[in-house]
Every structure is written in structure tokens, then in C-alpha cells.
């Protein structure tokens, strides 16, 4: 394994020290950067948090004494704490006496804001009539860094005026007038050197997030699976033809004060297709790394494919929550007469899969959003639902609940509820219904909550349940079409 692919893990291990408050923030990213292999290449590591790990290059000319050096490439939401400017080859002994960081390119309002005072001239432009231009001076550019512009004024012919009159015509650039952030550098040298310094920041505006399309027909098991990697720039910088791998996991991070797809579905042989994106583990976390090297312009949104699998089994599952009115949902209080009792209709509809290569996955996943087509007897897709996951490591089971059945119904009553202060004992009896009208046979698990004290036992049930918790019990009721059945059972509960 090449020392460059171990520096994320380095990364997340400093990480976990600063979280502990081990080595300051500034100082863990320093050192993250310091550790960067000999003749790297631009490349970042964006974390699924929204910042990043910039590494570049910078060409030095370093005179004996000192020199004055800049970098231009530098994003407009860098942590500039985090810098850190080496020789890799460790050859070249230097100091950096002063860093500077400028985050206020060139535009119109800023050129007004640096005129402010003086009498520029303005090109007005009439519909057919030849251009012309007037002289006015500069009384307020209108222009503020934290965005919170105001209306110019110019004095033009003795008369102020709360617009521009017409299009400014600044004077040359100046020397200290910059074109993108930049980082200026005061570098004392002991001797002359030239060579390519590397650089290396965090900087935030730079996410990336999966999103999975899923594909199943109508009835049966089979889906299929297109997973996209959706990149966003925002730091306010582009990056050409860079090496880019992901960090997925929860990563600790402090964090600073905020700064104001096309789907597919199709048969193919996936032994003859280039692998997209590699992953594997590092330390708690999982890096990805794109086999491509990809620009990512500032303020554009990307995807790249990242896995294609076809012929993934993934069930359908019913579920029957009664006491629920959302699915996960549980927000009653225990001590209450009516605890528990609140009902509803809705069976759910959920998706279960087994990420492991046996079921044509075994990827690790990152956390994203699943959206669920489902193809129609003419071929058509229809939407059928959205949920998220969390992420999945290889060979664990997936359930994503996608909606709420049509055909299938709930009904649940409490028929008894007695209670034995004397004794610190309480009964309930419970009524379930639950129909199928589909023109095919279900399995609905009904699912109960025996959630009002820890200690409990079902005392008279009407059919054989499954406990899947210390206060969860779960009936499997089959239904053929436009069957019912009812579920009975009496909870008794002490304390």
C-alpha cells in the first residue's frame, strides 16, 4: 500500500485526538498535511460533512533572504490555520515569517469600492445612438465584504446620482489587487532555491452525498440498484482533472460558525465493466477512491456512477403497526390511562436486502437516499417511494420502509384494561383486524408494543408471536385475498 493512501487514515486518527481535545485543530490539520508522500499530485479527500482536504502544488523561487511568494489557487472558505507549506524532499530549509490570506477578488464593486474618492470615466450606451462617455467621481462605491451592498453614489456633473451612469472604465490593475483568494507568503531562506513546495488546507464548500435509484417490477422479489456519487463544489474554487476520494463515516469535526440523475435499468455483463469507484476500510471509517480524475468546477453539481447491480433480492415486507401514526414513530406517555391505545389504518410497505455479494452487492454503502421505481406490465417506471440509509457495511441486512399499502388494512382496539393498585398489576386485551384485498396472498406482521412497564407476559394469545425485543412482539398473520383475521392477546404487566 502506497504511503499517499494512508494519509486519510492519518487523517480520522488525528481526528479522534482532537475531538479528545488531545492536539488542537489547527495543529491536527497542519500535521495531517506535513505527512503528504513525496511528488504529490493535486487530489482531495471530501468528507460526506461538507469539508474537504485540499493538496497541491506550489512552484518556489526562493532567493538567499527573503522573498515574497503567493498562491492563487486557494478556495474562498479555506481554513487557513490548517495550512501547511513543505519541500516533500525535505531538502529545502526555510521559515515562513508571515501568512496573508486575501478573499476579496476582483469585481465591479470591489474596483468602485478602491476608486472611492476619484473621477473615473462611464461608457453610456442608448439604443440606437453612438456609445458616449461622462466623467464622475466616486462619492460611494455601495460595496461591503460581508455582502451587505448599498446604493452608489456618483457625482456627476455636480449632481450626486444613486446609480452608476452608466458602465464603469477603471484604471489598470494594481499590484496588490488579487483575481481569486489567495495566500501570500513572507519566506526567509537561507539559500537560494527553486522547486515545487506542496500545500496542503481544509477547506469547507466541498460535499459529496450517495444517492441509490432502484428498480423493481411490479410483483416478485428482484430489483436492480444504480448508485450515484453526487459531488458539489461551493468553496469557491474549481479543481481540474484531480484525484478525489471519499471519507465515509461520522467523522468528528468541530464546527466553525457557517459562512454567509439519470437512472438506468438494463442487463450487463459487470465483469467486462471498469470499476468506477474502489473502496476499503480505514480505521472506523471507509475511503472510496474515483479511478477517474474528475474537475469539479465551483458552483457545480457532478455525479459519477458508482455501482450497478442487477438481480438484488429484495422482499417486500408488510408490516401492521397499530399504535403508530407514522412509521417509527412512538411518542406516547406510559403513565397514562389511554398509553399505547391511539390507532391507525396503515400497513407499511417496506424493502429488505442483504448487502453481501451472494446477493449481487457486498459494497459497503455510504449513507444516502434510496429511490424506489417500480416497472409497469408496458414497461413504464413509476416512482413508488423514497427513504434513506445509514451507512451499510458489507454482508448487513438493509429494511427501508417505501410507503403506506393500498390494499392491505389495519384495525386495532384495546377490549380490556384493568388495573390492581393494591397489587401493582395491570391487564390490557387487545383486538387486531387486518384485511387483504389484493388479488394475491400476503404475510402481515403485526407488530405490538408491550412498552407500558418492563415487566410483562402475554397471558392469552390467539396465535404464536415472535419477540424481537424486550417490549416488542411480532404476529405473522397470512392472508389470502380478501381474507380477514383477527389477533387477540392479553398483556399482563407488574411492578
Not at 32 to 56: C, K, Q, W
Not at 439 to 458: A, C, G, Q, S
Amino acid at each position: 500500500m502506497a504511503f499517499s493512501e494512508d494519509l486519510p487514515l492519518i487523517v480520522s486518527i488525528l481526528m479522534k485526538m482532537q475531538a479528545a481535545a488531545t492536539i488542537p485543530l489547527p495543529f491536527f490539520t497542519s500535521l495531517a498535511a506535513a505527512l503528504l508522500p513525496v511528488g504529490a499530485e493535486p487530489s482531495l479527500t471530501i468528507y460526506n460533512h461538507g469539508f474537504a482536504v485540499v493538496r497541491d502544488s506550489v512552484p518556489l523561487d526562493l532567493k538567499a533572504g527573503i522573498t515574497e511568494a503567493r498562491f492563487s489557487g486557494m478556495t474562498a472558505q479555506a481554513e487557513t490555520d490548517s495550512v501547511i507549506l513543505r519541500d516533500p524532499t525535505g531538502k529545502v530549509k526555510f521559515q515562513i515569517l508571515e501568512q496573508a490570506y486575501r478573499n476579496d477578488p476582483v469585481s465591479s464593486g470591489l474596483m468602485l469600492q478602491l476608486n472611492e474618492g476619484k473621477t473615473i470615466g462611464f461608457e453610456i450606451r442608448e439604443p440606437n445612438k453612438p456609445n458616449r462617455s461622462v466623467q464622475g467621481k466616486i462619492i460611494r462605491s455601495g460595496y461591503s465584504v460581508d455582502g451587505q451592498t448599498s446604493q452608489p453614489i456618483i457625482e456627476v456633473d455636480g449632481n450626486l446620482r444613486f446609480s452608476l451612469p452608466g458602465e464603469p472604465l477603471f484604471p489598470a490593475l494594481g499590484d496588490d489587487t488579487i483575481l481569486n483568494p489567495t495566500l501570500t507568503w513572507t519566506i526567509n531562506s537561507a539559500e537560494a532555491a527553486a522547486f515545487d513546495a506542496e500545500i496542503a488546507y481544509v477547506t469547507d464548500g466541498l460535499s459529496w452525498q450517495a444517492d441509490y435509484n432502484i428498480v423493481a417490477a411490479d410483483k416478485g422479489d428482484m430489483i436492480d440498484m444504480v448508485g450515484w456519487v453526487t459531488f458539489k463544489n461551493q468553496s469557491g474554487t474549481g479543481f481540474k482533472q484531480s484525484k478525489v476520494k471519499l471519507m465515509a463515516g461520522d467523522v468528528n469535526k468541530l464546527q466553525a460558525q457557517p459562512v454567509m440523475p439519470r437512472m438506468k435499468a438494463m442487463a450487463m455483463d459487470m465483469s467486462q465493466m471498469e470499476e468506477a469507484v474502489t473502496g476499503k476500510s480505514f480505521d472506523e471509517f471507509h475511503l472510496y477512491t474515483i479511478a477517474r480524475p474528475l474537475t469539479l468546477r465551483d458552483q457545480e453539481t457532478k455525479q459519477v456512477e458508482f455501482i450497478r447491480s442487477n438481480g438484488v433480492k429484495a422482499p417486500k415486507i408488510f408490516v401492521y403497526d397499530g399504535a403508530t401514526m407514522n412509521y417509527g414513530a412512538w411518542n406516547f406517555f406510559r403513565g397514562e390511562g389511554d398509553y399505547g391505545v391511539p390507532t391507525n389504518k396503515k400497513v407499511w410497505v417496506l424493502r429488505e436486502f442483504k448487502n453481501s455479494s451472494e446477493n449481487n452487492l457486498g459494497m459497503p454503502l455510504p449513507k444516502g437516499r434510496l429511490r424506489f421505481y417500480s416497472q409497469d406490465d408496458d414497461g413504464s417506471l413509476q416512482f413508488t417511494g423514497e427513504n434513506q440509509i445509514d451507512h451499510t457495511p458489507k454482508d448487513e441486512t438493509v429494511r427501508v420502509y417505501v410507503g403506506n399499502s393500498f390494499d392491505l388494512v389495519g384495525e386495532r382496539r384495546r377490549t380490556v384494561y384493568k388495573v390492581d393498585n393494591a397489587n401493582n398489576q395491570l391487564d390490557e386485551t387487545f383486538e387486531v383486524k387486518v384485511r387483504n384485498r389484493k388479488k394475491e396472498p400476503v404475510e402481515i406482521r403485526v407488530v405490538e408494543h408491550l412498552t407500558r412497564f418492563d415487566n410483562w407476559e402475554v397471558k392469552e394469545k390467539s396465535a404464536d408471536f415472535r419477540k424481537l425485543d424486550n417490549h416488542t412482539i411480532e404476529f405473522p398473520v397470512t392472508l389470502k385475498p380478501d381474507e380477514e383475521k383477527i389477533v387477540t392477546y392479553r398483556v399482563h404487566y407488574s411492578w
